[in-house]
């Protein structure tokens, strides 16, 4: 289900109606916007199926294209060009949705270039990224653009409150998910994680009191859990919202400008850890001596 991007998703569909089809999109936003399941969801307009089958890998048009260990390779680049010159099965044409395509290194960019100058048959394919600036300049121009951005807080609220969530609970899940549709619903659907987050932000609060040595102790027990971009998400969410409310009160400039370099240090320390392959432990190392 399309929570919000209305305005993106009545594009695409008016796209399909007028048969106005490019051969390459490329839809870019923060994580958890809600890009893939748009992009799924376009997808089975166009092949008149649910978007289950292609889910569960069934639809022989379709091909999913993710990271392995971090990077999108160039032998999975070649075996979706070998998929793509295939006859299509049941639809009239392919497609592929790349996720992640910034994981593309620079053989599988290169291979994958050739693929959009050179098109073959009927075929679609949908980029996603967050960093679509780590694309080469000729890929994005040979593709249409697409941006999403964070919803409304209250459109989250309504959406929650459309699936029979209280009002005070609608309230707080809308608040803490940073207008961010897949946050949202792993809150509705995955309770634990409401628990979690709290107890992760009362670490952080303790952990800010603490000594450098105690912080390193902390950097390399969370370094090995396979959720740390989730950990440095609610961190992110915490200084944020302590720099707005320190912006909207009288609050000293230097606390200010500290709060906003502690952010900036975390969200460097979150894109290293999401798109290269930096020593975790080392990167928090460093994050820890702003704190």
Same mark, same amino acid.
């Given at each position: 289900?399309?929570?919000?991007?209305q305005?993106?998703?009545?594009?695409?569909k008016?796209?399909?109606?007028?048969?106005?089809?490019?051969?390459a999109?490329?839809?870019?936003?923060q994580?958890?916007?809600?890009?893939?399941t748009?992009a799924?969801?376009?997808?089975?307009?166009?092949?008149?199926?649910?978007?289950?089958?292609?889910?569960?890998?069934?639809?022989?048009?379709?091909?999913?294209?993710?990271?392995?260990?971090?990077?999108i390779?160039?032998?999975?680049?070649?075996?979706?060009?070998?998929?793509?010159?295939?006859?299509p099965?049941?639809?009239?044409?392919?497609?592929a949705?790349?996720?992640?395509?910034?994981s593309?290194?620079q053989e599988a960019? =290169?291979?994958?270039l050739?693929?959009?100058?050179e098109? @073959?048959?009927?075929t $679609? !394919?949908?980029? &996603?990224s *967050?960093?679509?600036e780590?694309?080469?300049?000729t890929?994005?121009?040979?593709?249409?653009?697409i941006k999403?951005?964070?919803?409304?807080?209250?459109e989250?609220?309504?959406?929650?409150k459309?699936q029979?969530?209280?009002?005070?609970?609608a309230q707080?899940?809308?608040?803490?998910?940073?207008?961010?549709?897949?946050?949202?619903?792993?809150?509705?659907?995955?309770?634990?994680?409401?628990?979690e987050?709290?107890?992760?932000?009362?670490?952080?609060?303790?952990?800010?009191?603490l000594?450098l040595?105690s912080?390193?102790?902390y950097?390399?027990?969370i370094?090995?859990m396979?959720?740390?971009?989730e950990?440095?998400?609610?961190?992110?969410?915490?200084?944020?919202e302590?720099?707005i409310s320190?912006? =909207?009160?009288k609050?000293?400039?230097?606390?200010?400008g @500290?709060?906003a370099? $502690? !952010?900036e240090? &975390?969200? *460097?320390?979150?894109?290293l850890i999401?798109?290269?392959?930096?020593?975790?432990?080392?990167?928090?190392e460093?994050?820890?001596?702003?704190?």
């Amino acid at each position: 289900m399309i929570v919000g991007h209305q305005k993106q998703w009545q594009f695409l569909k008016k796209s399909a109606e007028l048969g106005r089809l490019s051969h390459a999109y490329l839809f870019t936003g923060q994580e958890k916007l809600g890009k893939k399941t748009v992009a799924l969801e376009w997808i089975s307009l166009l092949f008149g199926q649910p978007s289950t089958r292609l889910l569960m890998g069934v639809h022989p048009d379709f091909i999913l294209i993710t990271p392995i260990q971090k990077e999108i390779q160039i032998s999975q680049i070649k075996d979706l060009n070998y998929r793509l010159s295939l006859r299509p099965y049941l639809a009239s044409f392919k497609t592929a949705i790349i996720d992640q395509a910034h994981s593309m290194n620079q053989e599988a960019q =290169n291979c994958f270039l050739k693929t959009l100058e050179e098109p @073959r048959g009927n075929t $679609i !394919l949908i980029l &996603i990224s *967050e960093y679509p600036e780590f694309l080469f300049s000729t890929i994005r121009s040979r593709s249409e653009i697409i941006k999403f951005y964070p919803l409304a807080k209250k459109e989250i609220e309504n959406y929650l409150k459309e699936q029979g969530v209280e009002e005070k609970k609608a309230q707080v899940i809308s608040q803490i998910s940073q207008g961010k549709p897949g946050k949202a619903i792993d809150f509705l659907y995955l309770p634990q994680k409401l628990k979690e987050r709290e107890a992760l932000l009362n670490e952080l609060i303790k952990l800010t009191k603490l000594d450098l040595t105690s912080r390193f102790q902390y950097a390399q027990k969370i370094s090995q859990m396979p959720d740390l971009k989730e950990i440095l998400n609610i961190w992110l969410s915490y200084f944020r919202e302590n720099l707005i409310s320190s912006l =909207n009160s009288k609050v000293a400039p230097w606390k200010i400008g @500290r709060l906003a370099k $502690i !952010l900036e240090k &975390i969200q *460097e320390t979150f894109f290293l850890i999401s798109t290269t392959n930096v020593n975790p432990r080392l990167a928090l190392e460093t994050l820890m001596l702003e704190l």
